[in-house]
C-alpha cells in the first residue's frame, strides 16, 4: 500500500534533493499544472515552484522553474514508441504546435542560463538546430550512445503498429470543454503503455493518438482518438473508460496556454 504525501515542503525538498545530487551548476523545473499533474491549482504550483528555486539558488545553483500547462494532453502522442515519433516528427521541423512549443521554451531557457545570448538569439539557435537536423542527429547519437539502433531515429517507418486499433468517438455535439489528462494517463495504463503493478510489462506499441483535444467543435460520432493495445480485451476496455474523460459544452471554452507562468529567485512572471 503506497500512500501519497501532500506536503508541498516534502515534495520540494524530495525532488531538489536529486537535481542538485546530479551535480548540474544550471537547473530548469517543469512544473506542471492542471488535471494531469500533482498540483492542480496554479497557486499550489507556484507555492512548490517558488520553494524549489530557493532551496536551488541556495545551494548555489541557478534555478528557474516553468508552470506548464497539464489541464489537457501534451502533444498528440500518449505511448512508448508513438511519443518517439512523435518527437522525431517534432525534430525534422513538424510536430503538434502545443508540444513544439514546450520543447522550444525549456531549451532557450536552458540555453539562456547557460550564458549562450539573449532569449530570443536563444529561440533562434534552437530552430536552426531543428532546421539544420543538428538537433536530430544528436538524437539519434544519444539513442546509439545507450545501445539502441539510431536507424530507427532516420527511418521511423521501420516503427510497427499495435495489432489492434480502437476508434474512440464523440458521444455528442459540441466544444470539448474539458478532457481529464489524469483519466487520459490511466487509460494509456489500461492498453499496456504503462505499470498497473510492479510486475506489470510494458507494451511499446500500445498508447494513444489524439485528433481533437480541448476546445475544438466535433460532431457525434467524429473520431477524437485512436486507442492502440496489443489485446483487442483491452483495447474495448480502455475506450469505454476514457468516456468518463471528456466533457462537451455548447459554448466554446477558453483553453490555457502551454506555459502559465515563471519562477525565479526575482519572482513570478505569468504569461499573458
Do not use: W
Not at 44 to 51: M, N
Amino acid at each position: 500500500m503506497t500512500a501519497t504525501v501532500d506536503s508541498i515542503p516534502l515534495i520540494a525538498a524530495s525532488i531538489m534533493s536529486k537535481k542538485l545530487a546530479a551535480g548540474s551548476d544550471k537547473i530548469v523545473l517543469d512544473v506542471t499544472v492542471g488535471s494531469g499533474a500533482f498540483m492542480k491549482k496554479a497557486e499550489d504550483a507556484v507555492t512548490l515552484a517558488e520553494k524549489m528555486v530557493a532551496i536551488g539558488e541556495g545551494a548555489g545553483r541557478e534555478t528557474v522553474a516553468i508552470l506548464s500547462n497539464m489541464d489537457v494532453p501534451l502533444g498528440e502522442a500518449v505511448g512508448n514508441d508513438i511519443e518517439i515519433l512523435e518527437a522525431i516528427e517534432t525534430l525534422n521541423g513538424g510536430g503538434p504546435s502545443d508540444f513544439k512549443e514546450i520543447c522550444e521554451v525549456f531549451a532557450t531557457e536552458m540555453l539562456v542560463l547557460s550564458g549562450i545570448g539573449s532569449e530570443s538569439e536563444c529561440r533562434e539557435l534552437i530552430k536552426k538546430a531543428i532546421h539544420e537536423k543538428t538537433a536530430l542527429e544528436k538524437f539519434a547519437r544519444m539513442v546509439k550512445e545507450q545501445g539502441g539502433e539510431e536507424r530507427f531515429i532516420y527511418e521511423p517507418e521501420r516503427f510497427t503498429e499495435a495489432a489492434y486499433k480502437k476508434e474512440f468517438v464523440a458521444e455528442q455535439d459540441g466544444y470539448i470543454s474539458h478532457m481529464d489528462t489524469e483519466l487520459c494517463g490511466k487509460t494509456s495504463v489500461i492498453l499496456g503503455a504503462g505499470r498497473a503493478t510492479k510486475e506489470s510489462e510494458i507494451d511499446s506499441k500500445a498508447g494513444i493518438r489524439f485528433y481533437k483535444k480541448t476546445g475544438a467543435y466535433v460532431k457525434k460520432g467524429e473520431v477524437l482518438a485512436m486507442l492502440y493495445a496489443s489485446d483487442e480485451k483491452k483495447a474495448e476496455e480502455a475506450c469505454e473508460y476514457l468516456k468518463a474523460g471528456y466533457e462537451y459544452s455548447e459554448e466554446k471554452p477558453l483553453v490555457q496556454k502551454e506555459i502559465i507562468a515563471k519562477v525565479t529567485k526575482k519572482g513570478v512572471f505569468y504569461t499573458h
